[in-house]
């Protein structure tokens, strides 16, 4: 007969290890989903503001450093993208940003027009509108995909 010890965790101790595993586990999964879910952000009524993407209307022409824009949709774009691509490299830039006097402090309504300069340089520009829309903190901004509605212009 052998006169070992047997060595082990005692089961309080294996208790309070499991637990913790558990509650680790349970804190990665809810941060995890709560990452996930966006807050929604809805125009006209309830419906999902990336929806109202579809609906956006715009032309744009960009010549001597000025950019000239109109609405000719019936949802009214608050803010406009403007995404500068030259040799490879791109930054974007918010248009109020570059252009505060001409912008329109409420964005392009149906019909509005906007012309300004700009003074950018670069192989070409690619705009994307900015929406405004109501979620539950107020109203939000929301940016379209610049893949799907982005208009590209040669500068």
Known sequence: MSNKKNKGVSPVIATVLLIAMVLASGVVVFIWFNQMTTESITKFGGTN???????VRFDASYDGGVLSLSNNGNVPIFGMKVKIVDKGSHKTEDLKTLNPA???PTGLNQGGIFSGSIGITGDSIVLTPVLMGTSDKGKRTFVCDERRYGYELTA
Do not use: K
């Not at 503001?49 to 609906?55: A, F, H, K, R, S």
């Open 102 to 104: 001409n912008w329109p």
């Open 49 to 55: 503001v990336e929806l109202v993407c579809d609906e």
